[in-house]
């Protein structure tokens, strides 16, 4: 992790601020934690981070750890990219489905129900964001 990443406050970053609901996800992420929020009214799980539940509109929102592991629903590759970029869809373990890049991987490696884990990667601006790698 980088140092900048390490000493970023989520909090300085005007869309963080401009969603409060997200900042449980953006302080965990750059702790290298990887958390999602999950009603306590209906029980499941949803990504993306909202602070009201999108299945009962409950706003008893809890922040619970993931095992950071998913399998690969669906991807795609942009060749013409340097390097080439794997955009996919991967279904966490704790159900939702999410939109993410794949990392440190040959493009021709993923594949529909291979599985994958979270890895933090550093923005040019050192906000941590999810991304998956295959595991």
Request: charged letters at 20%.
């Given at each position: 992790?980088?140092?900048?990443a390490?000493?970023?406050?989520?909090?300085?970053?005007?869309?963080?601020?401009?969603?409060?609901?997200?900042?449980?996800?953006w302080?965990?992420?750059?702790?290298?934690?990887?958390?999602?929020?999950?009603?306590?009214?209906?029980?499941?799980?949803?990504?993306?981070?909202?602070?009201?539940c999108?299945?009962?509109?409950?706003?008893?929102?809890?922040?619970?750890?993931?095992?950071?592991?998913?399998?690969?629903?669906?991807?795609?590759?942009?060749?013409?990219?340097?390097?080439?970029?794997?955009v996919?869809?991967?279904?966490?373990?704790?159900g939702p489905?999410?939109?993410?890049?794949?990392?440190?991987?040959?493009?021709?490696e993923?594949?529909?129900?291979?599985?994958?884990?979270?890895?933090?990667?550093?923005?040019?601006?050192?906000?941590?964001?999810?991304?998956?790698?295959?595991?």
């Open positions: 992790m980088s140092t900048l390490q000493n970023a406050n989520p909090l300085d970053d005007p869309h963080v601020r401009e969603h409060p609901g997200t900042v449980p996800f302080k965990a992420a750059a702790q290298g934690r990887f958390v999602l929020p999950t009603c306590t009214g209906c029980g499941k799980a949803h990504w993306y981070p909202r602070n009201f999108p299945f009962c509109f409950s706003d008893a929102i809890e922040w619970r750890e993931s095992a950071g592991t998913a399998t690969i629903y669906s991807f795609t590759s942009m060749p013409r990219a340097t390097p080439v970029i794997v996919a869809y991967v279904r966490l373990d704790e489905l999410m939109l993410t890049n794949l990392v440190d991987c040959d493009p021709a993923p594949a529909i129900d291979r599985r994958v884990k979270v890895k933090f990667v550093a923005s040019e601006s050192g906000r941590m964001l999810p991304m998956f790698t295959l595991a």
